[in-house]
């Protein structure tokens, strides 16, 4: 069996492309067979980050990663921003925080629908956030 | 912009039924227009339709109970109608519950809702 | 002491491992060919000894349930002559260890309980520590050092078996868990809008989110517009599981049913008090009954 491509890359600047990626993202999770609220869930864990893009950073970039395991498939999701980084992750990561027009569920939120979930910021030079979701074969 | 949400008038009642994967900014345009909407025809309700949307993350969410607690400031009611299952169960693990917004399965049972109490 | 030797054990029962184990039961080389010389009693005397400990064994009620037959017994009882010789004159390598240990999983299967072991283990030794008394009456002092180090490696023998047991014993209740939890969780319809959720087993994350799943999708199926969750056969609520219900019950709502809880215990109810739930955020009944009586109070309001 072919396997898709195993990265895709959508650029991050309109809240359309937000619509795209997580289209992107359900469509990938769905040819590899995770089940319908898994799609649900990818999707909705790229709308949250790519949104932190377009509110945060202007701009950046959603990728999308396959990785082939002998018991389970995953989606490694990687939002880059060249923003102003985020100077406090702690606060960022606690449920009800929020410097910009959310809920402040955005980051946590994340967490909790994702498998591995990982940060790095550093001030002026963006934001790089990692997420993976496993679905059992 | 185009209008991506039509907002149907049935008596004293407002339909909007979101048709497809809405962006931020078509989702602040909807909340702008129901509560223009609201006002002109002195709607007594509001029924938001999500039944084919299959996403409904922390933004859309919070900006759908906006628009809740503005139209009861108003004086009517919104019911939000045919959250998907896939749906549900992301909205609840983001911790967006909705908890005092009514809710029903499908439009039919929104307008039960609004017509019974 | 059971870390000690099954960390030593877990990994790969190297020589060096096995030296930290006899270190802890103080077991020496001297003690191994004071045992060697037992040896020759072993055949003289073992068979003797073994049918005491026989007709001692079959006389218990419970020790006799697990000979099939006369030829089980004879069939165990040679076992029983090579075990012993192994015990005096084996070397203490890593293929006696395998061995004993497959004893430990042997005994978790068939049911023989550490009491019967020990118990067992204890006469037979006893025995055997009377009868090499009485055949080295003319040095004392050295049948003593003989008993004592034959002590030793019973000891250690005994801790493989057990500590095989054990870890046989928590595989077998984990197994079991594994079943139950893949059990699937029925939706029952039990009139037109109305859903009663029974759930048994074990609730881990894995199912607790299939449970939520085809709660949904019966919700959505059958036009639902109240469900019962019935959680008097869940083995253990703990936080976390509380957590799960509470959202199973809140994305039920977003869906526009509504949800009883019931067969709540003494401790779920403390559970869910403990992840901030209070009865008024929550319909929750003390049995199936009362929660579908309340739920089609519910659905008529």
Known sequence: MQHPPDVLVQAIRYDTDVISARQLGRKRAEELGF?????ALVATAISE???NIVVYADQGEIELATIHQPDRVGIKI??????????????AL???????????????GTRRIVDEFDITSSPGLGVIVTVVKWSRR | MAVKVPILKQGKVLIASIQEDLSDSDILDLQHRILEDVIRCRAEAVIIDVSAIGILDSFGTKTLSEIAYS???????LVIVGIQPDVALSMVLLGLTLPDIPTALDLDRGLALINGG | MSELISSSIAEGSGNLDLEKIFRWFDLTEEDRACTVELGELT???????IEAFYAHLLNDETAARHFRDDAHIAQVKRGQMRYFRELVSADLNDAYVADRRRIGSIH?????TPTLYIGSYAYYLNRLAHVVLERMDEDPHKAFHLVMSLFKIAHFDMSLALETYVDAREEAIQARERELSELPTPVLQLRPGLLLIPVVGTLDSHRARALTVQLLEGIQEHRASAVVLDITGVAAVDSAVANHLIQTMAAARLMGALSVLTGLSAEVAQSLVKVGVTGEALNTAGDLQRGIEMAEQLLKD
């Open chain 3, 43 to 49: 055949d003289d005397v073992g068979e003797h000894i």
């Open chain 2, 71 to 77: 139209v009861r400031l108003r004086g009517a009611k």
């Open chain 1, 49 to 51: 980050l790519a949104r």
């Open chain 1, 94 to 108: 606690a449920d009800g925080f929020s410097t910009g027009n959310s809920l402040g569920l955005g980051l946590p």
């Open chain 3, 108 to 112: 978790e299967r068939t049911g023989v």
């Open chain 1, 78 to 91: 990687t939002a880059k921003d060249r923003g102003p980084g985020i100077a406090d992750l702690e606060s």
């Open chain 1, 35 to 39: 089940s319908r609220p898994d799609q």
